[in-house]
T-cell receptor, first 113, second 114 residues
Framework: KQEVTQIPAALSVPEGENLVLNCSFT??????LQWFRQDPGKGLTSLLLIQSSQREQTSGRLNASLDKSSGRSTLYIAASQPGDSATYLCAVIPSSGNNRLAFGKGNQVVVIP | EAQVTQNPRYLITVTGKKLTVTCSQN?????MSWYRQDPGLGLRQIYY???????DKGDVPEGYKVSRKEKRNFPLILESPSPNQTSLYFC?????????????FGPGTRLLVL
């Protein structure tokens, strides 16, 4: 069964610092990996999707890398802002027969002005 | 506007009273799914559907039913709700079978079972 782990569970950074969020998964047989943002009491917003054949994706201040063989992904947020405060979730779609999205428990981020 | 909608957004009910949470998407997506989110446990998939009349269990299907009679709708049915089904529920959809594209999530339904 695919297990997805996100470390650290929570972190605080001063405004302007770069954020580095880590995600690891136990089975490297995946179709893709997706990073989401969730604000308190709200739904999930997709940030970046990386196909299994790709090594990274970028959108504005966000960059996500994927090392499938080692089962790791990293989300970088450059020059963090208070509006980046949220929970960031990593999820993978396994390619090993079932189609169930497996989520990590999230990185809860607070950016201090 | 492309979106996934859920109704109701908030619901308080009592043990044993059947309820349905509706989910609808306007993006012609094949894949739809239901998740529940609980503190400390994260998001867990309840059921998913690869297309009309095709549904399958996720990780926590006990106590839930689903149907997919139309491509755009994927209702979640709790035949006899119990307090351990108190949770935040999300519906999601995406293109592809299996879902190799971006997952779009609804705004969530907060359910309290007394």
């Amino acid at each position: 069964k695919q297990e997805v782990t996100q470390i650290p569970a929570a972190l605080s950074v001063p405004e302007g610092e770069n954020l580095v969020l880590n995600c690891s998964f136990t089975d490297s047989a995946i179709y893709n990996l997706q990073w989401f943002r969730q604000d308190p009491g709200k739904g999930l917003t997709s940030l970046l999707l990386i196909q299994s054949s790709q090594r990274e994706q970028t959108s504005g201040r966000l960059n996500a890398s994927l090392d499938k063989s080692s089962g790791r992904s990293t989300l970088y947020i450059a020059a963090s802002q208070p509006g980046d405060s949220a929970t960031y979730l990593c999820a993978v779609i396994p390619s090993s027969g079932n189609n169930r999205l497996a989520f990590g428990k999230g990185n809860q981020v607070v950016v201090i002005p | 506007e492309a979106q996934v909608t859920q109704n109701p957004r908030y619901l308080i009910t009592v043990t044993g009273k059947k309820l349905t949470v509706t989910c609808s998407q306007n993006m012609n997506h094949e894949y739809m799914s239901w998740y529940r989110q609980d503190p400390g446990l994260g998001l867990r998939q309840i059921y998913y559907s690869m297309n009309v009349e095709v549904t399958d269990k996720g990780d926590v299907p006990e106590g839930y039913k689903v149907s997919r009679k139309e491509k755009r709708n994927f209702p979640l049915i709790l035949e006899s709700p119990s307090p351990n089904q108190t949770s935040l529920y999300f519906c999601a959809s995406s293109f592809g079978r299996p879902p190799q594209e971006t997952q779009y999530f609804g705004p969530g339904t907060r359910l309290l079972v007394l």
